[in-house]
């Protein structure tokens, strides 16, 4: 098992990676074992946009640790698809239930927000993520229509 050591830096490789300056990160991509690259690779999977995913990206584009450069841009970009898909399906899974909360057909509920059933459809099945104005218009027709619903 490699042993890391940091120097002119004011961390220890025990620190938490999230703590580690940009140096350190080096050093242990650079000088680390399978144990330290084994904490970038969870930290970067728990935030595939945070501070760690960024500074290793930020030393992988001058610095090119023969097996770990390449390793460490897959776990980036692996970490970067699982969560894009888990929010599209998050996303999806609100389109769906603000349909089933207004009441309203499919057919309907897509006039309402000015697309077609077909289109609604991609964006309930997850295949189309909407954009955030017409995500906001979906909410306005649901909470419109459960409002009306419950009115005299």
Same mark, same amino acid.
């Given at each position: 098992m490699t042993e890391l050591s940091f120097r002119n830096v004011d961390a220890s490789p025990t620190d938490p990676v999230e703590e580690w300056p940009l140096e350190a990160l080096q050093?242990? !991509? #650079?000088?680390?074992? !399978?144990?330290?690259w084994r904490r970038l690779a969870a930290a970067i999977r728990k935030q595939p946009w945070g501070p760690v995913a960024r500074d290793v990206e930020e030393v992988l584009s001058y610095s090119r640790p023969y097996g770990v450069a390449m390793v460490m841009e897959r776990v980036i970009d692996g970490a970067r698809r699982d969560a894009e898909t888990a929010e599209r399906t998050t996303v999806a899974t609100e389109v769906r239930r603000l349909i089933e909360a207004s009441g !309203?057909?499919?057919? #309907?509920?897509?006039?309402r927000i000015g697309t077609s059933a077909s289109r609604l459809s991609t964006y309930a099945g997850g295949k189309v993520t909407p954009s955030a104005a017409l995500l906001v218009r979906m909410k306005a027709v649901a909470q419109e229509q459960t409002t009306h619903a419950r009115s005299p």
């Open positions: 050093a242990a !991509l #650079e000088r680390g074992g !399978l144990r330290h !309203l057909s499919r057919r #309907e509920f897509a006039s």
